[in-house]
């Protein structure tokens, strides 16, 4: 069974642009997460989609947003990009929307603003 | 505010001992908690999930508790090996999917 993946493993913009990253979920998984992880913190929860619905959102600017393809497929767009936005984006998806699933991890993406 | 801190933050031990990870939280309200072991670079995976009314909850050499009167888990790991060197997350679910990740302890096996 496939696991998740996230497109493109590293991406590196100019402060400004826009950062567009992409991820599948492991089949016959409906919720996917997305996660920033900066150097030295932890994991922040960024977006919760589910069924093509957003379901619940992290403390993060506007300028942070995706959605959720008919086939579960998911994209985190960053606009008006600034330096404190390099990270490693981390993609999660689970069976359902209950709490009690685990969540999947794909293998991020680094993102790196210049 | 919801807090999960880790202790310590980092830690060597020699292949083949046993250490315990540490895990506070101040978060409410509480759904369950996980551990997740993650390599560099990779994405974390979960070891263990446990909820309010579970003590403790095994994954081979891996061992959790939870006391959710104090708010505290711990992880155990025994008879440590070279590929249990990674960063070890513990993460409390508040409910409706909405996670609170530590900072993770890096645990570097060496031989």
């Known amino acids: 069974e496939a696991g998740v993946t996230q497109s493109p493993t590293h991406l590196i913009k100019t402060r400004g642009q826009q950062a567009t990253l992409r991820c599948s979920p492991i089949?016959?998984?409906?919720?996917v997460y997305w996660y920033q992880q900066a150097l030295g913190l932890g994991l922040q929860f960024l977006l919760w989609?589910?069924?093509?619905?957003?379901?619940n959102r992290g403390n993060f600017p506007p300028r942070f947003s995706g959605r959720q393809f008919p086939n579960y497929s998911s994209e985190l767009n960053v606009n008006a990009l600034e330096l404190e936005d390099s990270a490693l984006y981390l993609c999660a998806s689970t069976p359902g929307s209950g709490g009690g699933y685990e969540q999947y991890f794909g293998p991020g993406t680094r993102l790196t603003v210049t | 505010k919801n807090q999960v801190e880790q202790s310590p933050q980092s830690l060597i031990i020699l292949e083949g001992k046993n250490c315990t990870l540490q895990?506070?939280?101040?978060?409410?309200?509480?759904?369950?908690l996980r551990w997740y072991k993650q390599d560099t670079g990779r994405g974390p995976v979960s070891l263990t999930i446990?909820?309010?009314?579970?003590n403790t909850k095994s994954n081979g050499r891996y061992t959790a508790t939870l006391d959710a009167d104090t708010k505290q888990s711990s992880l155990h790991i025994t008879a440590s090996q070279l590929s249990d060197s990674a960063s070890y997350i513990c993460?409390?679910?508040?409910?409706?999917?909405?996670?609170?990740f530590g900072t993770g302890t890096r645990l570097l096996v060496s031989p």
């Open positions: 446990m909820t309010f009314s579970e």
């Open positions: 895990c506070n939280y101040t978060v409410s309200p509480f759904s369950n």
């Open positions: 989609y589910d069924e093509g619905e957003e379901r």
């Open positions: 993460v409390v679910n508040t409910g409706f999917q909405k996670l609170v």
């Open positions: 089949s016959g998984h409906t919720s």
